[in-house]
T-cell receptor
């Protein structure tokens, strides 16, 4: 158990819908990273927050947005869902902004868009 | 641009034998970090080992060791005494970024390891 929690574990929804994925980092970790794992794109970095502020953006679609709250939990919002958004979404956390910090991954949320 | 290459999509190893999973990387940064993660069929990502670009010694963690050859830009994972529970997908990743920047991970495409009894 990495100490990072993600809810829900599974999510099945329809095209055009909007969903919210939630992540709670390990106690004391200030950074939260979101990654998407799909069959065709592999594991890709989406976005990073550090202590409530957006730190970096990767290949995140405009239909997707995220935020980190004062209690450091983070939410990833996916809207106007398409079939291609079906993937495993990971949240990871680290103590600082990076450096040699290990990123601890949550168990992931498996999103299926029908 | 930074890139991670894992050329072995799948590998077999006999139980109790050692196996090497290949990883090469490309970066122009002087400071970087290399990671290996294990992803069993259940889906979670499990951290195995880390090597910093300035570390002179190869990293080791129990049965895992990282064969770091900086000049060749390779960071191969060696698993000794393979166990059935080692059957999983293995990802090599590189930390991209510098001080006061993001430290997102860039992942390779993975190698699926199957340990035979």
């Amino acid at each position: 158990d990495s100490g990072v929690t993600q809810t829900p574990k599974h999510l099945i929804t329809a095209t055009g819908q909007r969903v919210t994925l939630r992540c709670s980092p390990r106690s004391g970790d200030l950074s939260v990273y979101w990654y998407q794992q799909s069959l065709d794109q592999g594991l890709q970095f989406l976005i990073q927050y550090y202590n409530g502020e957006e730190r970096a953006k990767g290949n995140i679609l405009e239909r997707f947005s995220a935020q980190q709250f004062p209690d450091l939990h983070s939410e990833l919002n996916l809207s106007s869902l398409e079939l291609g958004d079906s993937a495993l979404y990971f949240c990871a956390s680290s103590e600082g902004a990076g450096g040699g910090d290990e990123q601890f991954f949550g168990p992931g949320t498996r999103l299926t868009v029908l | 641009a930074q890139k991670i290459t894992q050329t072995q999509p799948g590998m077999f190893v006999q139980e109790k034998e050692a196996v090497t999973l290949d990883c090469t990387y490309d970066t122009s940064d002087q400071s970087y970090g290399l990671f290996w993660y294990k992803q069993p069929s259940s889906g979670e990502m499990i951290f195995l080992i880390y090597q910093g670009s300035y570390d002179e010694q190869n990293a080791t963690e129990g049965r895992y060791s990282l064969n770091f050859q900086k000049a060749r830009k390779s960071a191969n994972l060696v698993i000794s005494a393979s166990q059935l529970g080692d059957s999983a997908m293995y990802f090599c990743a590189m930390r991209e970024g510098q001080v006061d920047s993001s430290y997102k991970l860039i992942f390779g495409s993975g190698t699926r390891l199957l340990v035979r009894p």
